[in-house]
C-alpha cells in the first residue's frame, strides 16, 4: 500500500495559526473558539469588530487514508463559484493553506426536521429540489476554469465517480474485496447509454439545514464533480433512509422535475444508488481493513456495513438477483465473554474530561460491543463462508484469508454468464456478517438501509 499524503496537524500551534488568520482576514478579534465533536477538525468562531459579532465556522481537512480530492482548497473554489451564481451555499471568506482551512459564513439552522409540520416540510422539500435543480442548470465551464474534470459521452458522465475513486482504492485497498471487484466490473457493463448530459453534482447531496420552518443553505460540496444529475437525487434519496429530509422522497422527486421541467429517470438513479454504495465501501476499505491512529473506526465501521447492504439491495433490483435467505445465527456465549465484559464496565466508568472525551469513550464501547458479537459468532461464521467459498470455486480451503483471496481471483476472471451464482455467494457472505454485527449499536444502521423509493 503506497504512503498517503501526510495529515495536517490540528494541534495548539496550528489552531493559534488559524485564530491568527482569521483575525488578519477578518479586521476582528475572536472572543470564542468552538470546536466540533465530530471527526473532522472544525470550529465555531466568534469575531468581534465595531461593536458587532461575526460568528464564521472554521472547516479543516479531515485527515486520515480516506481523502478522494485531498486538496481542501478544492471545495473553497467550489463554495466560491455556486456563492457567485445565486446557489444558497455558504460565502466562503477566506482560505488557509497550510494548517488547511476554510473558513466561511456560519449557516444557521438544524437538520433534524422532526418537529415540523407537513406544510413546512412540503415548503422545505420545495425550496431544497429548486436549489438542487437550479445548480444542475448552471453553465459548467465555471467549474472547468478552477479545476474541475469535465467528462463527455455517456460512459465517462456515468463512471466519473469511479474513476475518482479508483486511485485512492487501488492506494489503500489492504484485503481481497470480491464483492467490490464483482460489482466494480458489473457496472462498468451495464452503464446508462443514453444518459449524455453532464451537470455539476454535489454527489454526496441531501446535506441541508432548516431554520425557522425554512431552508437555509446547502453544505458539504467535499465530493462534488461534473456527471450525472440523477447521482444527487440517488445520493439524496439514500441519505433520505438513515437521516430523513423532511417531505416523502417521492414528493421531493416531484419538485425537482417541477423545477428542472423534465421527468426523473428512476433506472438511472437506482444505478446512481448502486454506484454511490459501491464507491463509499471503496473509499473506506482500507482504513477499516488496517485503521490508522485517530481514526473515528466505530463510525467507518457503520458506513462499510451500511454500504455493503445497500450495494446489494441496489444490484438485486438492477439485476433481478434474489436476495438469499439466510438461517438465524446459532446462539452461543463468545471465548472472550467474561474479559470484554470487564473492557465494557472499566470504560464505562472513566469520566470524561469534556465532550470530546465523552465522544471517544462512547466509541470505545461501540467497538467493545462490536469486539463482543465478534467473539460470540465469527468463528461459526468464517466457516460457513469457507464452505459456501470451497463449494462455489471448487477446492478446499484451509483459512479465510486464502477464501476470500481465491475468490477475488474467480470474480476478477468470471464471465457475465456467472453473475447469478456470484452474486448469490457473495451476498451470503455479506449477510451473515450483518447478522452479526448488524444488532449492534454500530450496525443499526445497516439493519434499517432500505431502497430510496423516489415514486
Request: aromatic share 8%.
Amino acid at each position: 500500500m503506497a504512503d498517503a499524503t501526510p495529515d495536517p496537524i490540528y494541534d495548539d500551534a496550528a489552531v493559534q495559526t488559524l485564530r491568527d488568520f482569521v483575525e488578519r482576514l477578518t479586521g476582528g478579534t475572536i472572543t470564542g473558539l468552538e470546536r466540533q465533536v465530530r471527526w473532522r477538525p472544525a470550529w465555531f468562531a466568534d469575531v468581534d469588530k465595531d461593536a458587532q459579532t461575526q460568528r464564521l465556522h472554521l472547516r479543516g481537512d479531515r485527515g486520515g487514508n480516506v481523502a478522494i480530492f485531498p486538496d481542501l482548497k478544492r471545495e473553497a473554489d467550489i463554495l466560491s463559484v455556486l456563492h457567485a451564481h445565486g446557489i444558497p451555499v455558504p460565502e466562503v471568506h477566506g482560505y488557509n493553506a497550510e494548517p488547511p482551512c476554510i473558513v466561511m459564513e456560519t449557516i444557521t439552522g438544524t437538520r433534524d426536521l422532526s418537529g415540523l409540520s407537513a406544510q413546512q416540510k412540503s415548503a422545505v422539500g420545495r425550496e431544497y429540489m429548486h436549489a438542487v435543480a437550479a445548480m444542475h442548470k448552471l453553465a459548467l465551464e465555471p467549474f472547468v476554469d478552477i479545476g474541475i474534470y469535465r467528462p463527455e459521452g455517456a460512459e465517462a458522465i456515468a463512471l466519473v465517480g469511479l474513476e475518482a475513486y479508483m486511485p485512492q482504492y487501488r492506494r489503500t485497498k489492504a484485503r481481497p474485496e470480491p464483492l467490490l471487484e464483482f460489482v466494480i466490473g458489473w457496472i462498468r457493463r451495464n452503464v446508462p447509454r443514453h444518459r449524455t448530459r453532464a451537470s455539476f453534482i454535489q454527489f454526496d447531496s441531501g446535506q441541508f439545514l432548516v431554520d425557522g420552518g425554512r431552508m437555509t443553505k446547502l453544505y458539504d460540496f467535499e465530493f462534488s464533480m461534473i456527471g450525472d444529475p440523477m447521482a444527487d437525487l440517488a445520493t439524496m434519496g439514500m441519505r433520505n433512509t438513515i437521516e430523513p429530509l423532511g417531505a416523502p422522497l417521492p414528493e421531493l422527486v416531484g419538485y425537482y422535475e417541477e423545477a428542472a421541467g423534465e421527468p426523473v429517470d428512476h433506472a438511472a438513479v437506482l444505478f446512481h444508488v448502486l454506484q454511490f454504495s459501491l464507491l463509499g465501501t471503496m473509499q473506506f476499505t482500507g482504513t477499516v481493513a488496517r485503521p490508522e491512529p485517530g481514526d473515528p473506526h466505530a463510525v467507518y465501521l457503520q458506513f462499510d456495513l451500511s454500504l455493503r447492504r445497500s450495494i446489494l439491495l441496489a444490484l438485486s433490483s438492477l439485476a433481478g438477483f434474489a436476495m438469499p435467505d439466510l438461517p438465524p445465527l446459532v446462539e452461543r456465549k463468545g471465548d472472550n465473554a467474561t474479559l470484554i465484559a470487564k473492557l465494557v464496565e472499566t470504560v464505562g466508568a472513566i469520566a470524561g474530561q469534556d465532550e470530546m472525551a465523552e465522544a471517544q469513550k462512547a466509541q470505545a464501547l461501540e467497538l467493545a460491543e462490536w469486539a463482543g458479537r465478534a467473539d460470540t459468532y465469527r468463528a461459526d461464521v468464517v466457516a460457513q463462508d469457507i464452505a459456501d467459498v470451497s463449494a462455489g470455486l471448487g477446492q478446499s480451503f484451509a483459512d479465510w484469508p486464502s477464501a476470500e483471496a481465491a475468490l477475488e481471483q474467480y470474480v476478477l476472471a468470471a464471465s457475465p454468464d456467472e453473475d447469478a451464482k456470484l452474486f448469490n455467494l457473495l451476498a451470503r457472505i455479506e449477510g451473515r456478517r450483518l447478522q452479526v454485527f448488524g444488532p449492534t449499536s454500530i450496525g443499526e444502521a445497516a439493519m434499517n438501509v432500505r431502497l430510496p423509493q423516489t415514486r
